[in-house]
């Protein structure tokens, strides 16, 4: 059974930084790629970032500079670390992988960014 379990939502001040981190279980090992999202308030869900093998790295040019994504292997973790927050970032954001074809998701974690 594969789990997602997100971590280190919360609420900062604009310009503020916070870290995620999504944790798999299950028998899984290297995962790759490995992806976070968000979904806004009554917006679709989007595609913020993704890690691959040897740490390849892509992002939504909304947080190119401003995210980073890396990942643990040893540990099955992937990270957001988010610098320079901005209100528009405030969303639910969500980890996910794909083992064998299937999509695994993450319950969410919550990022407010406001004064």
């Known amino acids: 059974q594969v789990q997602l379990v997100e971590s280190g939502g919360g609420v900062v001040l604009p310009g503020g930084s916070l870290r995620l981190s999504c944790a798999a279980s299950g028998s899984i090992y290297n995962i790759n790629p490995m992806y976070w999202y968000r979904q806004a308030p009554g917006k679709e869900r989007e595609f913020v970032a993704t890690i691959g093998g040897g740490s390849s790295t892509n992002y939504a040019d909304s947080v190119k500079g401003r995210f980073t994504i890396s990942k643990d292997n040893a540990k099955n973790t992937v990270y957001l670390q988010m610098n320079s927050l901005k209100p528009e970032d405030t969303a639910v954001y969500y980890c996910?992988?794909?083992?064998?074809?299937?999509?695994?998701w993450g319950q969410g974690t919550q990022v407010t960014v406001s004064s």
């Open positions: 996910k992988i794909i083992v064998l074809g299937i999509t695994y």
